[in-house]
């Protein structure tokens, strides 16, 4: 069982920039890759980022094309951590906002790959 916690959420003005937290419990944290999600009203939630288990040294990361360039995604195992950091925020940007872990599936991007969920945290963007 692992338990997910996001934090960092507010609102921001179009090109101001926010970093997403979300703390793990329950499991050996290495052990998941974890990814973002997002949920804006009235649509379907839509992969963001992930990052994998980390081998050796290096972990991987894989972005949408809608974020990339803007957000980075990383994560701190021995604080049991993954963080979003997004900058030149845009309107559009505005969603609920989950972090998941998972240890199956091959599809960073397949809401099926992640088995734990956080509850969301708010982000939204003013123009």
């Known amino acids: 069982q692992v338990q997910l916690v996001e934090s960092g959420g507010g609102l921001v003005q179009a090109g101001g920039s926010l970093r997403l937290s979300c703390e793990a419990s329950?499991?050996?944290?290495?052990?998941?890759?974890l990814g973002w999600f997002r949920q804006a009203p009235g649509k379907e939630r839509e992969f963001v980022a992930a990052?994998?288990?980390?081998?050796?040294?290096?972990?991987?990361?894989y972005y949408a094309d809608s974020v990339k360039g803007r957000f980075t995604i990383s994560r701190d195992n021995a604080k049991n951590t993954v963080y979003l950091q997004m900058g030149s925020l845009k309107p559009e940007d505005t969603a609920v906002y989950y972090c998941?872990?998972?240890?199956?599936?091959?599809?960073?991007?397949?809401?099926?790959?992640?088995?734990?969920w956080g509850q969301g945290t708010q982000v939204t963007v003013s123009s």
């Open positions: 998941a872990a998972g240890n199956s599936g091959t599809n960073y991007a397949a809401f099926i790959a992640y088995d734990y």
């Open positions: 329950g499991r050996t944290f290495s052990n998941y890759r």
């Open positions: 990052i994998s288990k980390r081998f050796v040294t290096t972990s991987y990361t």
